[in-house]
């Protein structure tokens, strides 16, 4: 299985590419035994936590996320303990630890669904990307208090490179992931998670598009529309560029490295995810 933002060549030999929605969906359909998962741990660590009986492989065990970092179990707990009437929102990039001490996770795909079905006056903690957060807040009406993380690769963008581009490209529209910052969000055309960015281009090959949001999902935007014109901001992210091809063979071969979370972390994890995923259908 591969995320969007990984390198084209594992993109082409995986049996499943998708947003980490879609990925964590998958994991729980497949009736495989082994799971590779090529994205970041957090997506390895979901799927394990979603099938305790599969193994969860990954073929760089370093492949971390800046974000999910950016939010400490231990930091989330005292948040907790100071607003004990609150319902923690977590954002699926977040450790299992944190994960386990959430009410309800969250996708970029499905975060205003989930939100807007929380109880009216519900006080929320949202976590950990403010950008994201802000997003929701402004698109729904409410009022969560946020954590102040970001991811280092969504947070770059530019205002002033995107004014450039739209100086450059005046007919192209704009397509920005919510974990870019509010000046980048607010002059784009399609905001949301990549599957949504591409299924938008997939939708509609005839514009051209301005890409907010890290390299990759040109890939898959290509196998169905070769001719779309794409203006890419090259901004890999590191992390999902650490699996090769040579990595993912050396993996299957050895069956390792291999992704497990602790049973009882497992189980606290699971409710806040199956939910999520209760609440997608
Ligand atoms: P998606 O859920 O849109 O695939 O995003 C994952 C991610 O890590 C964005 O930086
Ligand atoms: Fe994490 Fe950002 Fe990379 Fe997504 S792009 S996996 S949020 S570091």
């Not at 729904?140 to 963008?157: A, I, K, P, Q, S």
């Amino acid at each position: 299985m591969a995320h969007y933002y990984q390198r084209a060549e594992i993109q082409a030999v995986a049996d499943f590419v998708g947003d980490s929605l879609a990925l964590a969906q998958q994991a729980q359909k497949t009736d495989a035994d082994i799971i590779v998962m090529c994205g970041v741990h957090f997506m390895a660590e979901t799927a394990a936590i979603l099938c305790p009986n599969k193994k969860v492989l990954i073929p760089d065990a370093s492949a971390g996320c800046s974000l999910a970092d950016s939010c400490q179990a231990a930091d989330l707990q005292a948040w907790k303990k100071e607003h004990p009437d609150h319902l923690v929102v977590s954002y699926v990039n977040t450790s299992a630890a944190v994960k386990a001490l959430s009410d309800i996770v969250v996708t970029s795909g499905n975060a205003l669904k989930i939100v807007n079905r929380l109880p009216e006056d519900a006080k929320i903690l949202f976590g950990p990307d403010r950008n994201l957060g802000r997003y929701i807040n402004e698109q729904t009406g409410r009022n969560m208090d946020l954590w102040n993380g970001c991811c280092h690769v969504h947070d770059r963008f530019s205002q002033e490179h995107l004014a450039e581009l739209k100086k450059q490209y005046p007919d192209a529209l704009v397509l920005a992931h919510p974990e870019c910052r509010k000046q980048i969000v607010e002059q784009s055309d399609v905001v949301g998670s990549t599957a949504v960015l591409i299924k938008y281009v997939q939708e509609h090959p005839q514009n051209k598009y301005i890409v907010m949001t890290a390299d990759g999902v040109d890939y898959e935007i290509y196998k169905s529309c070769p001719h779309v014109q794409l203006i890419a901001t090259e901004n890999a992210c590191e992390y999902m560029h650490l699996h090769t091809l040579e990595k993912l063979f050396a993996c299957v071969q050895n069956e390792s490295p291999i992704v497990s979370v602790a049973p009882e972390m497992a189980m606290q994890a699971l409710k806040p995810i199956q939910k999520m995923l209760d609440w997608s259908k």
